[in-house]
Structures are given as C-alpha cells and as structure tokens.
C-alpha cells in the first residue's frame, strides 16, 4: 500500500507533463465556433448608411455569402478590405456586419452619423466589397455568432447554414484553403 502512493505523485506529474507538451504545439487562436453547421441566428437590424432599412436572416440567406464582421477602428479590417472587394468583383456576395467599438464608450446617445462618416472615407480609400452593411450597434447579432473581435467572417449558404469561421483576415492564401473549397464543391 505505501507503494502504490509513492506511484500517486508521478503519475499526476506525468499526467501534467503531458499535458503540458500538449499546449506547446497548439494554435491558441484556433477555436472552433460552436455555430458551424448550425443555422443562421435569427435578427433584425438595421442598415448602417440607411437606418431606416431593416435586414434579417432572409436577407443573408438565398445565395452562399461571406457575412463579414468589421469595423473602421479595426486595422486588420484595412488589410482584408482590399481583397474582399477583389472577391466581391469576381461574384462572391459579402455582407458586413459593422461592429461598433464606439459603442462600449458611449454614455449616452452614439454619433451613427460620424460612423457613417467614418465608414464611407475608409470604403471609398480601400474598396466596398459588402452588399449592404449590417449595423450591429448593440452586437446582439456578433454575440450569437461567438463573435471575438473584428474581422471574423462566416460562410453561409442558401439555406442559412454556418459552413465556415474565420477569425482574422482573409487573404488569398486563406480564401483558397479554407473557403473557395467549400465554394467550389456546393456548384
């Protein structure tokens, strides 16, 4: 008996040690969203540059699209407009969902018109490739997609199903490895 709890220490420090290692070799921003597969959430909002429009699921289902959360105060959203706009002109359908950060900061009343203002500047510097743009001030809808920060993009197809995550930028690398795949084989 007072052999076998000599064998209790080692194996709970082999038991963290190889967990351990473990942690060594994993991707700590590959956190798969617990949305894929799963449909669309449902809501209703209002457009960023019209508020008087009003968008819901339906809107973003009908064809396969890339919902794009983003935002001006985001610099990584810089760096993917260009290319998401390249996408867009070769027939890819994206929709934004403009995430606020303003929000957080705001006591009282936010400024939408100086949003508006900030997000005409930065699409007509870097390219517009969204469709219309989701104005998620609240971000109800950021919170039920498991959103993290900006950009992250899902691909959902005509059905309103979640194919695919993306925390970050897409680029072209990106595009061809984890998204034009699953594009290519739903035609």
């Known amino acids: 008996m007072k052999n076998l709890r000599l064998f209790i220490p080692i194996g709970v420090f082999l038991l963290t040690a190889v967990f351990l290692y473990k942690g060594l070799f994993s991707d700590p921003t590959n956190i798969e969203n617990a949305n894929l597969e799963r449909p669309f959430p449902e809501f209703k909002l209002p457009d ?16 396969m699209t890339l919902v794009n959360v983003w935002g ?19 027939g890819v359908r994206i929709v934004g969902v403009y995430y606020d950060n303003a929000a957080e900061a705001a006591f009282g009343n936010l400024d939408v018109s100086q949003t508006q203002q900030e997000v005409k500047e930065m699409l007509a510097q870097l390219g517009n490739p969204f469709q219309f743009n989701i104005y998620d001030v609240k971000r109800d809808l950021s919170l039920d997609l498991g959103v993290t920060g900006a950009p992250e993009s899902f691909l959902v197809n005509e059905k309103g199903i979640i194919l695919a995550h993306r925390r970050g930028a897409i680029d072209e690398r990106i595009w061809q490895k984890e998204f034009a795949p699953i594009i290519n084989g739903a035609k």
Do not use: A, N
């Open 48 to 63: 960023l540059m019209d508020p008087s429009i009003s968008y819901s699921k339906q809107d973003v289902m009908g064809d």
């Open 72 to 90: 001006t105060w985001c610099v990584t959203c810089r760096v993917e407009l260009p290319f998401m706009t390249r996408l867009r002109q070769q």
